[in-house]
Nanobody, 128 residues
Framework: QVQLVESGGGTVQAGGSLRLSCAASEDTYRANCVGWFRQAPGKEREGVASVYTATGYTTYTDSVRGRFTISRDIAKNTLYLQMNSLQPEDTATYYC?????????????????????WGNGTRVTVSS
């Protein structure tokens, strides 16, 4: 059964840090790409970071590059997103997802349309 469960969200002051976790079923974790996405109220869902699982190649959206780090614990089938220097504009519901489209050596998609399996999300609020 495909399952993705996020945790680790919460409220933090600007400049603070959070680490999100996503526990995945083994089949889901074997997808070509696993990634993090976010959706703020009234906005479209956007890609934050993704990783091509075969090689570990990562992609970040420009607004988080240098502040966020995506990583995996393969033994635990768990995906992480370390978020540092958080800003109010990072406030959103964060989702992890897995998919097989447009993920290959040297490229990891951050387009939500390329991801088939989704968790229910975890809320992150950054106060100024």
């Amino acid at each position: 059964q495909v399952q993705l469960v996020e945790s680790g969200g919460g409220t933090v002051q600007a400049g603070g840090s959070l680490r999100l976790s996503c526990a995945a079923s083994e089949d889901t974790y074997r997808a070509n790409c696993v990634g993090w996405f976010r959706q703020a109220p009234g906005k479209e869902r956007e890609g934050v970071a993704s990783v091509y699982t075969a090689t570990g190649y990562t992609t970040y959206t420009d607004s988080v590059r240098g502040r966020f780090t995506i990583s995996r614990d393969i033994a635990k089938n768990t995906l992480y997103l370390q978020m540092n220097s958080l800003q109010p504009e990072d406030t959103a519901t964060y989702y992890c997802a897995a998919g097989n489209e447009n993920c290959y050596s040297g490229y990891a998609s951050t387009n939500p349309a390329d991801f088939r399996y989704w968790g229910n999300g975890t809320r992150v609020t950054v106060s100024s």
